[in-house]
């Protein structure tokens, strides 16, 4: 597991940083790492760790005073860790560590899905009551800024050029095209079902707010930095629509004389 193999790395770089410092070894001619050096270290072990913490999703209300003993602990253990009693002198056995981490993060998902979907839901009912803000029989709400060229209105398999920005209810942004320069090519059935309808608002040329509640975003899952049951805020301006063309058959091919 690759998490595990980083974590192992972090911990022999502090068994390793705990043996420099002793004074119990004779006086040599090599000098060992400065304090600043040391510092430089233990802030770059400091920033291994919080990768880990922060790319697992562990949260931000961990106990970090036990982070420390359980550091401390592997530091000033004893025995060979081939041995078969290493593990029995923690308080909680490494060997427990993917179940643990699987159940703790699973928890956290859970409750962390629960409090969005009601803070999705208030949004929505509030948002509903805007000037402009329309809903269609999916769940999804819209406001039209500008309608396009309703001649020309993606569909199922059809290429749109669009520029957009995506944000969560709470502001933060969490996709844009805006440092590109130019408007993102995609396919209209590769992207969430509420963005996906929500192209068919408009025609080419034309923008629309779209507020996506979670069951047509990223649902229960979440994505990449989107947690479970987020809704979904994009403002979307689609600069052109190519409209899918069906291959021509194949022609059979001539049987030989």
């Known amino acids: 597991?690759?998490?595990?193999?980083?974590?192992?790395?972090?911990l022999a770089?502090?068994?390793?940083?705990?043996?420099?410092?002793?004074?119990?070894?004779?006086?040599?001619?090599?000098?060992?790492?400065?304090?600043?050096k040391v510092d430089s270290?233990?802030?770059?072990?400091?920033i291994n760790f919080g990768y880990f913490i922060k790319a697992n999703?562990?949260?931000?209300?961990?106990?970090?005073g036990q982070i420390k003993k359980g550091m401390m602990d592997f530091i000033n253990s004893e025995l060979d860790m081939r041995d078969e009693n290493f593990n029995k002198q923690f308080r909680v056995s490494p060997d427990e560590m993917n179940r643990l981490f699987d159940e703790y993060i699973s928890t956290l998902r859970e409750y962390n899905g629960a409090v969005n979907q009601v803070k999705g839901e208030a949004f929505l009912a509030e948002k509903f009551n805007e000037s402009g803000v329309e809903k269609s029989e999916s769940g999804l709400l819209y406001k039209i800024i500008e309608k396009g060229d309703t001649s020309l209105v993606a569909a199922s398999k059809d290429t749109v050029w669009v520029n957009y920005t995506g944000t969560l209810i709470d502001g933060k942004e969490f996709d844009s095209n805006?440092?590109?320069?130019?408007?993102v090519q995609m396919m209209v059935d590769n992207v969430v079902p509420g963005f996906k309808e929500g192209l068919g608002l408009v025609?080419?040329?034309?923008?629309?707010?779209?507020?996506i509640p979670a069951e047509l975003?990223?649902?229960?899952?979440?994505?990449?930095?989107?947690?479970?049951?987020?809704?979904?805020?994009?403002?979307?301006?689609?600069?052109?629509?190519?409209?899918?063309?069906?291959?021509?058959?194949?022609k059979p091919a001539k049987k030989k004389k």
Do not use: H, W
């Open 178 to 183: 805006k440092n590109a320069g130019e408007p």
């Open 203 to 211: 025609g080419q040329g034309g923008k629309v707010e779209l507020y």
């Open 217 to 250: 975003g990223y649902g229960e899952r979440g994505n990449r930095g989107i947690e479970p049951n987020s809704v979904l805020i994009f403002e979307v301006e689609v600069t052109k629509v190519g409209k899918y063309v069906e291959p021509a058959p194949e």
């Open 1 to 10: 597991m690759k998490t595990i193999k980083l974590l192992a790395a972090s």
């Open 13 to 36: 770089a502090l068994v390793l940083l705990a043996s420099c410092g002793g004074n119990k070894d004779p006086k040599v001619d090599v000098q060992l790492p400065s304090s600043a």
């Open 41 to 46: 270290v233990s802030y770059l072990i400091g």
């Open 57 to 64: 999703g562990f949260g931000k209300d961990l106990n970090y």
